[in-house]
T-cell receptor, first 112, second 115 residues
C-alpha cells in the first residue's frame, strides 16, 4: 500500500461548483496533514493544514480529517478557473521522523 | 506564512559541470530544510534533509557525492549538483520548516537543464 494515495484525476468541475479532493494515508499514527496547490511549472503553495478530526474552514476551502478512516479531504466551494492546478496531499508521519510524505497529486480543472 | 527564496530559478549547463542552487529563508530561521526533485507530471521526491551545522541526511538511492548539501547558517542551504548529466535535468525545490508552527514552506523552485 502506498503511503499517501490520491486519485490522480483529472477532476473536472464547472465554475461555481464544489470540488472535492480526497486523500488516504497508511500510517495510523500520523498527526499533521497538509494540502498544497501547485500550478504547472511552479512550486507548491500551502493551502490548508489540519491536525485534529473534523472540519477546518478557511475562506472557500474546507479540510476534513478522519483519523479513524485515515482519510483527509479538501473541499473547494464556488470553484474558479484560477483554482485549476494540481493539489498535493502531504502527511507528516511520526515514523518518518517528521518528514512530509506527498501523494502524487490530483489535477483539478475548473471549466468556465 | 513564511518566505523561502530559491536561486537561480532557471539554469542551463553543459554536461560534466557543477551547478549550485541556493535556498534562503527570508523571514524565519530554518534549522531544517528539505530538498526535493520533481520530474514532469510526477510528485515531489524527497532527496535529502538538510540540518544546520551538521551533515545532510540523504534518502535511499540519492548519491550524496553527487548532490552536495551545505547548511551553514539558519537561513541558507545550498544544493550542488556535481558533474551534471542530462538525466539530472529536473525541477529542484527546497523547503524550510517553521518549527513554531510545524509547517513547511517552499521556495520557488529551480529548473535545471543539462545539455
Amino acid at each position: 500500500q502506498k503511503e499517501v494515495e490520491q486519485n490522480s484525476g483529472p477532476l473536472s468541475v464547472p465554475e461555481g461548483a464544489i470540488a472535492s479532493l480526497n486523500c488516504t494515508y497508511s500510517d495510523r499514527v500520523s498527526q499533521s496533514f497538509f494540502w498544497y496547490r501547485q500550478y504547472s511549472g511552479k512550486s507548491p503553495e500551502l493551502i490548508m493544514s489540519i491536525y485534529s478530526n473534523g472540519d477546518k474552514e478557511d475562506g472557500r476551502f474546507t479540510a476534513q480529517l478522519n483519523k479513524a478512516s485515515q482519510y483527509v479531504s479538501l473541499l473547494i466551494r464556488d470553484s474558479q478557473p484560477s483554482d485549476s492546478a494540481t493539489y498535493l496531499c502531504a502527511v507528516n508521519m511520526l515514523r518518518s521522523n517528521y518528514k512530509l510524505t506527498f501523494g502524487k497529486g490530483t489535477l483539478l480543472t475548473v471549466n468556465p | 506564512g513564511a518566505v523561502v527564496s530559491q536561486h537561480p530559478s532557471r539554469v542551463i549547463c553543459k554536461s560534466g559541470t557543477s551547478v549550485k542552487i541556493e535556498c534562503r529563508s527570508l523571514d524565519f530561521q530554518a534549522t531544517t530544510m528539505f530538498w526535493y526533485r520533481q520530474f514532469p507530471k510526477k510528485s515531489l521526491m524527497l532527496m535529502a534533509t538538510s540540518n544546520e551545522g551538521s551533515k545532510a541526511t540523504y534518502e535511499q538511492g540519492v548519491e550524496k557525492d553527487k548532490f552536495l548539501i551545505n547548511h551553514a547558517s539558519l537561513t541558507l542551504s545550498t544544493l550542488t549538483v556535481t558533474s551534471a548529466h542530462p538525466e539530472d535535468s529536473s525541477f529542484y525545490i527546497c523547503s524550510g520548516r517553521r518549527e513554531d508552527i510545524g509547517e513547511l514552506f517552499f521556495g520557488e523552485g529551480s529548473r535545471l537543464t543539462v545539455l
